[in-house]
């Protein structure tokens, strides 16, 4: 906190540190909201973190930076115990029963396996609702998967962020290479998980060929479903940094362009078009790569080459990818306004799908 002074200086307070057990916490006061009413509960979906913080140091995540303004940092990733977790669980879901679905936010739901192990036969026993949650793959193992499907989990979502080995580890600090990836993405079909995969467009220092390798990365993982995001230095992180020092910083670009970073080796509208056109190329990577290796080798240099030519439509394919989503939204939310009952039962509709 801060607190100005008579004499017209502040006086700023130190941090106060962590409480380093959350089980010293209360149980979240649900009366605070009209819950019934919440987006989620329309869905019969229950929104629940067990955790705080994250161990890991993502260069474009803020999480280590707010670990680092702690003075006691090294307990910045808690959990609450599992049996504390399992009794809010149970006070949740016995104040609403029309819970039915679990979404865990958590930042990484797996990262002490210790609490993992304890916590998910509880689960099983004591809860079992289907639910979702994220995890990191350098801390998985397929006894985990397994364990998440006998406990109810229909769905994972999964940082990838990047394709390419070598720049992962350079600029995003997240070490971890793409066969085991690949290895570790077959146990959620074999347990018939729906994986989702987070990813980044638009890096410092990234090329669209960058971007393709993250792009056919999914496809080889064979993911069910992709979110691409566009890179937003976000303040103090290392990656910001290491976007100023590049250069790639114009103060002159507006904070709400969806393209922060003015890069020469990769221009804005060639970013716009690979985030715009990230889910469709995952497909029709996918495509290739189930052809027979010699043809699947002809095919994807094919595409490569075209995609990145320097005469390919890539504005145009862009502004074409846009108006389409941006009409789809425009339908989602006039649904939603004129028939708020529709809008949920088609929602619903498509969860089941991925529920199954
Ligand atoms: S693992 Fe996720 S939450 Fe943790 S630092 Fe990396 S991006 Fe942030």
């Known amino acids: 906190m801060h607190y100005n002074l008579p004499d017209g200086t502040y006086k700023k307070n130190p941090v106060r540190p962590l409480i380093e057990d959350l089980d010293e916490l209360p149980f979240p006061d649900f009366d605070l909201f009209d819950y019934e009413n919440l987006d989620r509960s329309k869905n019969f979906t229950a929104m629940v973190m067990l955790s705080r913080g994250c161990l890991f140091s993502c260069t474009y995540c803020g999480n280590s930076q707010f670990r680092n303004i702690y003075p006691n940092k090294k307990k910045y990733c808690r959990f609450r115990s599992p049996e504390k977790s399992i009794e809010l669980l149970e006070l949740l879901i016995k104040k609403y029963p029309f819970i039915k679905f679990i979404e865990f936010r958590d930042a990484i739901f ?27 793959f350098d801390v998985l193992d397929e006894d985990m998967v397994r364990m998440l499907k006998e406990g109810g989990c229909y769905m994972i979502d999964i940082g990838l ?77 290392i990656l910001e940094k290491t976007a100023k020092d590049g250069g790639f910083i114009d103060p002159s670009v507006d904070p709400n362009d969806p393209v922060q970073l003015r890069m020469p080796q990769y221009p804005k509208y060639d970013i716009l078009y690979i985030a715009y056109n990230f889910n469709k190329l995952v497909k029709k990577y996918k495509a290739i790569y189930a052809l027979s290796p010699e043809e699947a080798a002809k095919k994807e240099a094919a595409l490569d080459k075209k995609i990145t030519s320097k005469h390919y439509p890539r504005k145009f394919l862009y502004k074409t990818a846009k108006a389409k989503e941006d009409a789809f939204i425009w339908a989602k939310k006039t649904l939603k306004k004129v028939s708020p009952k529709l809008f949920i039962f088609l929602k619903n509709k498509t969860m089941k799908e991925v529920r199954q």
Not at 121 to 129: A, D, N, Q, V
Not at 176 to 204: C, E, H, S
């Open 161 to 237: 962020e990047n394709g390419n080995e070598e720049f992962r580890r350079k600029y995003l600090h997240r070490n971890m290479k793409n066969d085991m990836l690949i290895q570790q993405a077959k146990w959620f079909r074999k347990y018939k998980i729906t994986a989702l995969t987070y990813n980044i467009v638009g890096l410092p220092y990234e090329t669209i060929e960058l971007s393709l390798e993250t792009i056919k990365l999914n496809a080889k993982l064979d993911v069910d479903k992709v979110i691409p995001n566009i890179f937003y230095p976000y303040p103090m992180t």
């Open 110 to 136: 797996n990262m002490y396996k210790e609490w993992f192990y304890e916590f998910m036969p509880m689960y099983i026993e004591r809860i079992h609702l289907p639910f979702n949650c994220n995890l990191r």
